[in-house]
């Protein structure tokens, strides 16, 4: 049986296995599309390749019902999924890059990368279920910490540390790195013996329910209690702004002159080690404060972080020069409030898991928000190209402002 120390470098090391793939994705690919000459329009379209975090829903309860082996029920789906990861990122380190102006070409490096989400996505169930049951409520709140801090370093080395080693590793030796880094983040759990959950199994009633039974059953949980409504709000609105801002901050550094290694080093790297320092802090302020007062303030903070890259925006359009310290220092803040942000709400969404349904319905709160944020995502490069930067950038801290009000209303339900 593990000690509390050991389930959190458990808990972290997978977090972190998660984030490298997902850093590339989110960090780097964007500016190195839009150093090509991508138009911000194409850039939101590769949001298609993070379908598989938005839709998970679909088969997170066969995770939660069904072990794969004798492994355990969880790490029976966690250690294949994150040996799939090691594989697809052997096999992109083979990738002739260059070879990307070729429609087959671009739809096999579309295909892997897809691959690649829908296998970290998969995991993304599996260790949230392990997580719930695991951690008792008291805890919950370091166990977000470690979560939050583990992926962001993976975002670290998976998005900026990438952009630094494409100028001297080049693509091959760095995508070998990269697979080495998840198969090492892999021996915690291939070392670990899980212990016995919750039943999984399914009462007869439930299992002979049509699909659109079994779901209008499963949602009717969310449905039961006004608090429990007032939070499926909070849900759809918590990442509006960060799918409406999502293309325009990372290519709006590119515009504003700063090259691959200023952005891996001291936008990612510098803002994503920001984060940490967020998450941590956001685990101190839980263990003295209320979770509802903290998503309250961490919400506020993320507006006026939002408020920086408006003053960016209007210098760059009004062509005013700008030193790049006030660069990293913006896009460092809002990394900060980011994290604590999702510490809080992580936080809640563990809390409002069922142990019994525990990887569904951590996957299902988390699927509203990446659905929402992901559809936005992909149109929100258009608007960006029509408005202009520092017009778009006002809508879209407005549009934040009016994101307090479900907030307060599910404050106003909470027991």
Same mark, same amino acid.
């Given at each position: 049986m593990l000690n509390l120390k050991q389930v959190y470098i458990l808990l972290f090391s997978l977090y972190w296995a998660q984030g490298l793939p997902v850093g590339f994705m989110t960090h780097a690919l964007p500016v190195i599309l839009r150093a090509q000459g991508?138009?911000?329009?194409?850039?939101?379209?590769?949001?298609l390749l993070m379908l598989p975090w938005s839709i998970k829903i679909f088969w997170a309860a066969y995770v939660d019902r069904f072990a794969l082996s004798t492994l355990g029920h969880y790490r029976s789906w966690i250690i294949p999924t994150q040996l799939c990861s090691v594989i697809i990122?052997?096999?992109?380190?083979?990738?002739?890059?260059?070879?990307?102006?070729?429609?087959?070409?671009?739809l096999i490096f579309f295909v892997l990368l897809l691959l690649m989400n829908l296998t970290g996505a998969t995991q993304d169930i599996a260790t949230d279920g392990l997580a719930v049951n695991l951690l008792k409520s008291d805890q919950q709140h370091w166990?977000?910490?470690?979560?939050?801090?583990?992926?962001?370093?993976?975002?670290?080395?998976?998005?900026?540390?990438?952009?630094?080693?494409?100028? /001297? %590793?080049h693509w091959q030796n760095t995508f070998l790195a990269l697979a080495v880094l998840v198969f090492l983040n892999t021996l915690p759990v291939l070392f670990y013996r899980e212990p016995q959950h919750l039943s999984k199994t399914t009462p007869d009633s439930v299992a002979s329910q049509s699909f659109m039974q079994a779901v209008k059953t499963y949602l009717n949980y969310f449905q039961s209690s006004k608090?429990?409504?007032? /939070? *499926?709000?909070?849900?759809?609105?918590?990442?509006?702004?960060?799918?409406?801002?999502?293309? *325009?901050?990372?290519?709006?550094m590119v515009d504003m002159g700063l090259n691959f290694t200023q952005i891996g080093v001291f936008i990612t790297m510098f803002g994503a080690v920001?984060? %940490? %320092?967020?998450?941590?802090?956001?685990?101190?302020?839980?263990?003295?404060?209320?979770?509802?007062h903290c998503l309250v303030v961490?919400?506020?903070?993320?507006?006026?972080?939002?408020?920086?890259?408006?003053? %960016?925006?209007?210098?760059?359009?009004?062509?005013?020069?700008?030193?790049?310290? /006030?660069?990293?220092?913006?896009?460092?803040?809002?990394?900060?409030c980011s994290a604590m942000l999702l510490v809080v709400m992580l936080t809640l969404v563990m809390q409002y898991s069922r142990k019994q349904f525990a990887a569904?319905?951590?996957?299902?709160?988390?699927?509203?928000?990446?659905?929402?944020?992901?559809?936005?995502? *992909?149109?929100?490069?258009?608007v960006g190209d029509w408005l202009g930067y520092y017009r778009y950038l006002i809508v879209i801290c407005m549009v934040s402002m009016l994101c307090l009000a479900p907030i307060y209303y599910w404050k106003n339900k909470a027991r």
């Open positions: 991508v138009s911000l329009a194409h850039i939101g379209g590769f949001g990122l052997i096999v992109l380190s083979f990738f002739p890059i260059h070879t990307l102006d070729q429609p087959s070409y671009l166990g977000n910490t470690f979560q939050v801090v583990g992926s962001r370093l993976g975002f670290i080395v998976g998005g900026g540390a990438v952009l630094w080693c494409l100028d /001297w %590793l608090e429990l409504k007032a /939070w *499926l709000l909070v849900l759809i609105s918590f990442k509006v702004a960060d799918g409406l801002a999502g293309p *325009l901050l990372k290519p709006l920001a984060a %940490l %320092l967020g998450a941590a802090i956001a685990g101190l302020l839980l263990k003295h404060y209320s979770r509802v961490f919400s506020v903070l993320k507006i006026i972080s939002l408020g920086g890259y408006i003053v %960016l925006a209007y210098y760059y359009e009004a062509q005013k020069h700008i030193t790049p310290i /006030w660069l990293y220092g913006v896009n460092a803040f809002e990394d900060a569904t319905d951590f996957t299902f709160q988390v699927s509203i928000m990446a659905t929402v944020s992901g559809v936005l995502y *992909l149109g929100s490069g258009v």
